[in-house]
């Protein structure tokens, strides 16, 4: 034998129970047909006659590919032991139960033993690595809802980030847009742009919280902004005695409204039913 009656100790049974389950298999098979045949529900045996035929080619399987693996096997050990040292890491790192996960922790560091000392010449190296394809399985199994939550907040916290860039850059960009046209951006334009400024404001106070409205204040604020950018610009008119005096009304009462809301405390609101939802 080109290996050791230890290294292949597990493949040893494994003809013998190839020929059962394909025995079983074909019973079932028989069996589903005969149900068939007499109008009855014959699912149910062929699922049994199914998985044994799926648990006959594993164990034949694991036969044919037994050379590569036993010539590969400390390479393999080494990759699987790495891999399950890295589920339980996970335990930690999600901060999962740790009384419900001992079972299956415990189970993983037996695998990783038993690799470790298939690796040094002491004991099968494919039995080895079926424990440490079974325990990581339980594991990730176990695992898979913790690193789901952990997937959707940091896709989470990936899209309020996306979202309040966005909202800074479209309250800049408005204004630029106010600055630059001066007095022909009117009262409504220079309103929705302080509403913007509020908004944004608020956005990054709630995600600096933890807070869930951060998004929609980012949007409110993405809103505003774009209203103040797309407003009609004032017509400019001969000047006057009551135009002028209007026009100093008009940016006396936006400045006023512009101190109100970039001021925080007291004054703070929150904007996303619009100007509506004041309650001043």
Do not use: C
């Not at 099968?124 to 898979?144: I, K």
């Not at 007095?183 to 919280?209: I, K, P, Y």
């Amino acid at each position: 034998l080109a290996y050791s009656a230890e290294a292949i100790a597990s493949l040893i049974g494994r003809p013998d129970q190839a020929r059962a389950l394909l025995d079983q298999a074909e019973t079932s098979a028989k069996e589903a047909l005969a149900a068939q045949q007499s109008g009855q529900n014959a699912y149910e045996t062929l699922e049994v006659a199914r998985r044994a035929l799926a648990l006959a080619h594993h164990q034949l399987e694991s036969i044919t590919q037994a050379p590569d693996q036993l010539a590969r096997s400390s390479e393999l050990l080494t990759a699987a032991i790495g891999s399950i040292t890295s589920d339980i890491s996970d335990v930690t790192r999600l901060k999962a139960d740790p009384v419900a996960f001992k079972p299956l922790v415990d189970s993983a560091q037996a695998a990783i033993s038993g690799g470790h000392a298939a690796q040094n010449g002491q004991g099968d190296p494919l039995a080895a690595l079926e424990s440490l394809r079974l325990a990581e399985a339980a594991l990730d199994e176990a695992l898979a809802p913790l690193r789901s939550a952990e997937e959707r907040a940091q896709r989470a916290q990936s899209g309020i980030e996306a979202l309040l860039s966005q909202a800074d850059s479209e309250v800049a960009r408005a204004n630029q847009h106010v600055t630059s046209h001066g007095s022909l951006v009117g009262f409504d334009a220079r309103s929705q742009l302080s509403f913007a400024r509020s908004a944004l404001q608020n956005a990054h106070s709630f995600h600096n919280q933890g807070n869930e409205s951060a998004a929609a204040q980012a949007r409110t604020a993405i809103s505003y902004a774009q209203s103040a950018m797309t407003a009609p610009l004032t017509t400019p008119q001969p000047s006057s005695g009551s135009r002028i005096a209007d026009g100093l009304t008009g940016a006396l009462v936006w400045s006023v409204l512009d101190s109100i809301l970039s001021s925080g405390g007291s004054h703070r609101r929150s904007w996303d039913s619009g100007w509506g939802g004041s309650s001043w």
